[in-house]
Nanobody, 117 residues
Framework: QVQLVESGGGLVQPGGSLRLSCVASGSVFSSNAGGWYRQAPGKQRELVAHITSGDNTNYADSVKGRFTISRDNAKSTVYLQMNSLKPEDTAVYYC???????????WGQGTQVTVSS
């Protein structure tokens, strides 16, 4: 069983920045892909950013150039640096990790990000 714990969410003004962290209970991020989804009220969950075990990344078009995903294997942590935040970025952000050899995906509990003046 893998546990993921997110932190770093909060209230920020438009144009501001936040960094989300996702800490795993084991060294799962060093050899598996992971990333972040978000879900806004009344909307479907959408992929925000993904990072492979080889550090290849991809992003939703809506966040390209503003968000950066990274990983620290020594800390079993994946980060999401969010800059130039917009009100439409307001959502609950969830991290995940794919355990490919078990065909499993684990999720964190989510962290709220609110962008408002």
């Amino acid at each position: 069983q893998v546990q993921l714990v997110e932190s770093g969410g909060g209230l920020v003004q438009p144009g501001g920045s936040l960094r989300l962290s996702c800490v795993a209970s084991g060294s799962v991020f060093s050899s598996n892909a992971g990333g972040w989804y978000r879900q806004a009220p009344g909307k479907q969950r959408e992929l925000v950013a993904h990072i492979t075990s080889g550090d290849n990344t991809n992003y939703a078009d809506s966040v390209k150039g503003r968000f950066t995903i990274s990983r620290d294997n020594a800390k079993s942590t994946v980060y999401l640096q969010m800059n130039s935040l917009k009100p439409e970025d307001t959502a609950v952000y969830y991290c995940y990790v794919n355990i490919d050899h078990l065909s499993l995906r684990y999720w964190g509990q989510g962290t709220q990000v609110t962008v408002s003046s």
